[in-house]
């Protein structure tokens, strides 16, 4: 269980494991990990659980040393023939993370974000019914969203694109 007493934007005492299912359609399904233990097996949840805990370890380090910080991500993982694991798709990026700028954070509300956040709260602003098809984005939006990232590859990498 979570501390009594969190804010929004409090940092957790410490990285926690949430497990999901694909859905169909739509957003993940959280599990817990009891349930995803009947799913998968409880031994193969132990290793995932290590697995994205440390994964995350070394991001949230990584990106503390660049001025950000990592709030959240999700990690997806595959078995491969052996019975082994195999991260894919994507990781770690503002696509499936929450990025805050270090210098800019204050516990206790919403946080300036390196991360699709932008576009959330657009879509929330015209009162988006979260129903297929999703409506265009204006171009200011898109381009400040496009901002958003290049400023999180820059700060993350000490690189610029292209």
Known sequence: PLP?????SDRLP???FTPAT????????N??????GRIIGDQLVATLRELTLELYAFGAAHAEAHGIILADTKFEFGLIGDGGVL???EVMTP???R??????YTPGGPQPSFDKQYVRDYLEQIKWNKQPPVPS????VVTRTRDKYLEAFRRLTGKEVG
Do not use: F, M
């Open 137 to 140: 984005l204006p171009d200011d």
């Open 31 to 36: 599990v817990s990990q009891v349930e995803a």
């Open 22 to 29: 694909k859905a169909t359609s739509g957003h993940d399904v």
């Open 87 to 89: 991260l894919i798709d």
């Open 4 to 8: 009594p007493g969190l804010r929004e």
């Open 99 to 104: 990025y805050w700028p270090k210098d800019h």
């Open 95 to 97: 696509d499936s993370s």
């Open 14 to 16: 410490a990285p926690i």
